[in-house]
């Protein structure tokens, strides 16, 4: 028997709020998080908006934040929130108490994103140019690193069990909390911190995407850019973010009293093996992954009652996704509830799975489905119910997440709905 996946503790950093209920609530409401892009300068850049997360600020002191990358900073801060609500006991450095050495090296941390410490790359690339060698700082390979954010983790809480970070671009957490759950399946961990962070916001980045023609140019109207499934759609709306959760083999949570958000039931990872950048039009990559976490969960198509969609508002990714559920759902694809939060918090490329599972669990907790915001026109090859605009109640025991991205990885989380 499979060693049963629970989540015991989440945190968000998004553009809506640095809050779950908050964010959560906002979803609810319709309200967007897609704005002028507040960052930096884009008066040369054709693209001028997205999800950036506004008034961000990290520690007590500015010193404290020039340590660490804005990625780093947004995991730290997401993973604090996810420990405090999981009710781990910490110590006054802020450790975790563990009743033995072997409970520390059985808690480990896996963390997807996308592009890691692209701040630091793109800040210290434009010193170099412009000062010189001699003003490169010395923290620049500590903080650009991919595993930064895990390493920095670890050392917080005092957690040495298994820690890497993982890039497989837009399905980058997905594919983290994957790795989770094989981790405490196989009896090699207890207890993981996990999720994904993203903070890739940069004048470079923003310029590159625009001009391979990936992002909305519909600058005169942010708020209603992102518009999966919609006919108008003409792009992407770039953002940043992190979604982190706490996830704990059933009975060791259940050992310490801790509070079960929900269950991590199946897990489905595949590759298009296509093209780099373009989904495989007919969504077989998409739907082999989809499958797979059935079969993994042990469940039929028809036992999902929403599937939070990858849906990033682009004319060929939301073609491909529609018909890799039409294939794995057949006959329920047309009752399954669908819906892309990406309408109001943009895409925040490996950091999405980790923020779409925690909307998961909400979706679940509350019986609610959140709303595709913008959808007032949909595409006629776009024809499932991607609940255009409102939300709305529906009782649901599993949840499906999906992430797909660049290189072709594709991967999909169901949760469910805790039961003893």
Sequence with gaps: ?????????????????????????????????IHDIELFDTSDIKVKIGGDVCGWEYGETSAEARKID????????????AVKASGLELDESGRVVFDSPKAASRFGVVLGSGIGGMTTIYDQMSRLIQKGPGRVSPMTIPKLMLNAGGGLLAIKYGLYGPNYSVATACASAANAIGNSIYLIRDNVCDQLITGGSEAAMTRMALAAFANMRALSTRNDDPEHASCPFDSKR?????????GIVVVEELETAKARGANILAEVAGFGTSCDAGHITS????????????QAALDDAEIKAGDIDYINAHGTSTPLGDKAETRAIKTVFAD???????????????HSL????????????KAIQEGIVPPTANLTDPDPDCDLDYTPLKPKERDITYAMSNSFGFGGHNASVIVKKYVE
Excluded: H
Aim: glycine share 12%; proline share 2%; with cysteine.
């Design 1 to 33: 028997m499979k060693r049963r996946v629970v989540v015991t503790g989440a945190g968000l950093i998004t553009p809506l709020s640095c809050d779950v209920d908050e964010s959560w609530k906002k979803i609810l409401d319709c309200e967007s998080g």
């Design 70 to 81: 804005r990625y780093s900073q947004f995991a730290m801060v997401a993973a604090a929130d």
């Design 234 to 242: 003409d792009g992407f709306v770039f953002s940043e973010g992190a």
């Design 279 to 290: 989904p495989d039009e007919e969504g077989r990559g998409a739907a082999q992954a989809m």
């Design 332 to 346: 329920s694809a047309n009752t399954v509830a669908i819906s892309s939060t990406k309408s109001q918090l943009g």
């Design 350 to 361: 490996g950091a999405t799975g980790g923020i779409e599972m925690i909307l998961c669990i």
